[in-house]
């Protein structure tokens, strides 16, 4: 022990445990410094392994160093050389601890500045340099050959003066959409596309030919006080010429009729007399009483819906709440509460609220089919809360079928029946009615989502991703698009895409959906049970469904149905996708899926296909 004693304490004195700290401190400053500024250099790969390498090849040498040399006043020389009564080690030793505290204080300065400063911007710029590897690998979405009989009523300025009154401007533009829709031999491209030109620089050749349309109607309106001003212009997509303008001033109170007068003098000069209706009854947004203050607040409900927040989607219900309040008897009004009622409980609740909230949505749309039952709204606010909230395939199936009865012409209602059949195992169907809602909506970034599910589920991982790409170049900042990317790069075999895709998912729960499922097959174990392992501790009530995916890529059966046992007791809407879900389908041979199945009211069978086992851990948790 005194031998042990005498050698530690030679260790100290020889300044050998300083060296040790001192060396590593500075050689992982060193480290951090030069993963920064090397990339920014385009210094080749191998420099910081080579670096690397170099630092920890030198660390014993530096303690050896330190063991057999001394610095002394007249330079260095060995320490059996010094006299014990010139020794200045205890002063070097200070003077070496100076220095360990000032590179540990650089260290802490520099690890501040990359966390709070440059990882930021590196994060930024990452996501702006995917987003334009996005745009360019997606391929410009082909523009259907414009037919003479179809039109895009682009976004109305608001000439106003005041950013409040948007929600007016583009509640009459939503307007004129839906009752030009009411002409069987019309195609009319659908909002979420026309408004992706709002204050396009665009010329009318280019906007046509993006949208695949012949015709385009663009105006301004101007709302002040008790008189609406409204300025509408046709134009031929092609050359830009004028096919028909006029300027209207009326009093506010007579507002539908101004609509009515403007639809009207549209389809004339499209020479739509001579088109055949639907045979469908007319679909209007007007509240039956004339009320405009309810009118008012319907359409400040679907400005704020079409945003797409949670925030926002509680706006939108006080204000479509409002109109029913106003008018009672106000079915579309009823019908868009319900939707945005269930898409808010889908997407942001669970447990009590989210069954709460459902509630309210169901009793909106069942109030919206007794006030207006050839509403094809209503059916569709019925089918969704069918779907979503009960898991009723059979009543979502039929509501859905019977909107799109109501509505021919509408690209919402064939989306729809194309998700409900998805949902049913039928993928192929639901390919066919999704890209037809498209030639209707070709911008619409949702459904090209939607479509990326689709197809990957019918075994097309390639054509998957050339959707997902297009939904991304659309909506970069959009919620679970990267998501899904991710889930295509893991079947495509490519971890290292898989990854810096699930990073480029916006922060949130589905970010860390995202990068859980790619650590699975990133190659390191313990990081990949690390991100499993939070996420069921943070996400066990939100997202079980999410859960279940992960461990079946894990190729986890059992941890698999236990998850998904749990997505059923919570009502999960991520049930929706079983029947698609390449990962969950590993296990369809599995009897716990057929159990499943029948618990859920699904039928056991699929045309989808599982994924690729070959790319996948085989590890268990």
């Given at each position: ?40 250099l ?38 059996a ?35 709070f400063v ?17 745009a ?71 906007i046509g ?30 050359n ?83 109109a ?100 049913l ?29 689709y ?31 991710t ?15 699930a ?9 860390d ?9 990133g ?35 059992d ?59 085989t590890?268990?948790?």
């Amino acid at each position: 022990m005194q031998n042990r004693g005498g050698f530690f304490h030679e260790l100290r004195r020889r300044n050998v445990f300083r060296m040790a700290g001192l060396y590593v401190v500075a050689a992982w400053l060193i480290i951090q410094i030069s993963g920064t500024v090397l990339p920014m250099l385009d210094a080749p790969a191998w420099l910081p392994r080579t670096m690397l390498f170099l630092l920890a090849l030198g660390f014993v040498p530096a303690l050896i160093f330190s063991w057999v040399f001394e610095l002394t006043p007249e330079g260095l020389r060995r320490e059996a050389e010094v006299p014990a009564e010139q020794s200045i080690m205890s002063d070097t030793g200070q003077r070496m601890n100076h220095m360990i505290i000032a590179v540990l204080v650089l260290a802490l300065a520099f690890f501040g500045f990359d966390k709070f400063v440059l990882t930021p911007k590196r994060e930024a710029a990452l996501v702006t340099s995917a987003h334009e590897d996005a745009a360019k690998q997606a391929p410009a979405p082909a523009a259907p050959a414009a037919d003479d009989k179809s039109i895009a009523v682009l976004p109305l300025t608001n000439a106003s003066g005041n950013k409040d009154e948007q929600f007016f401007s583009d509640g009459l533009s939503e307007n004129l959409i839906i009752a030009l829709s009411q002409f069987g031999g019309l195609t009319v491209i659908g909002r979420n596309s026309s408004f992706q030109f709002r204050d396009s620089k665009e010329d009318s050749k280019t906007i046509g030919e993006r949208l695949g349309v012949a015709t385009l109607l663009e105006g301004s309106v101007q709302h002040a006080g008790d008189v609406v001003r409204v300025s509408a212009e046709l134009i031929n997509a092609a050359n830009g010429h004028t096919l028909w303008s006029e300027r209207y001033d009326r009093p506010y109170k007579d507002l539908f009729a101004l609509q009515d007068d403007i639809t009207k003098q549209v389809a004339t000069a499209l020479k739509a007399r001579l088109l055949t209706g639907s045979g469908a009854p007319a679909q209007s947004d007007h509240p039956p009483s004339g009320n405009l203050d309810s009118y008012t607040a319907f359409l400040q409900g679907k400005f704020y819906v079409a945003r797409l927040t949670e925030v926002d989607g509680r706006e939108a219900i006080t204000q479509f709440t409002a109109a029913t309040r106003l008018d009672s008897g106000y079915a579309l009004a009823w019908a868009e509460l319900s939707e945005a009622a269930t898409g808010l409980a889908a997407r942001y609740l669970d447990g009590e609220s989210a069954q709460q909230t459902y509630a309210r949505a169901r009793e909106a749309a069942n109030t919206a089919l007794a006030l207006a039952p050839a509403l094809a709204a209503a059916h569709g606010a019925l089918g969704y809360v069918h779907l979503t909230a009960d898991f009723d395939w059979i009543g979502a199936e039929a509501e859905y079928r019977r909107a799109l009865e109501l509505s021919p012409n509408d690209g919402k209602a064939k989306f729809n029946v194309g998700e409900l059949l998805a949902a049913l195992g039928q993928p192929e169907k639901a390919i066919d009615l999704t890209r037809q809602a498209l030639a209707t909506d070709p911008l619409n970034a949702r459904w090209h989502t939607f479509l990326a599910n689709y197809l990957l589920a019918t075994g097309q991982p390639d054509e998957a991703k050339q959707a997902i790409l297009k939904a991304i170049a659309l909506q970069p900042s959009g919620t679970a698009v990267h998501e899904v990317l991710t889930i295509i790069e893991i079947l495509r075999g490519d971890a290292k895409a898989a990854l810096k895709a699930a990073q480029q998912e916006p922060p949130g729960p589905w970010h860390d959906f995202a990068v859980t499922l790619a650590l699975q097959v990133g190659g390191d174990p313990a990081a990949a049970d690390a991100a499993v392992a939070d996420m069921m501790k943070r996400y066990a009530t939100l997202a079980p469904y999410q859960t279940a995916e992960v461990h079946a890529l894990r190729n986890d059966a059992d941890k698999t149905f236990e998850w998904l046992d749990r997505a059923w007791s919570s009502r999960d809407p991520g049930i929706e996708y079983l029947l698609t879900d390449p990962l969950i389908l590993r296990f369809r041979e599995d009897p716990r899926f057929a159990a499943f199945c029948k618990k859920a009211g699904l039928p056991a069978t699929t045309t989808a296909k599982a994924m690729d086992a070959a790319v996948t851990r085989t590890n268990k948790s």
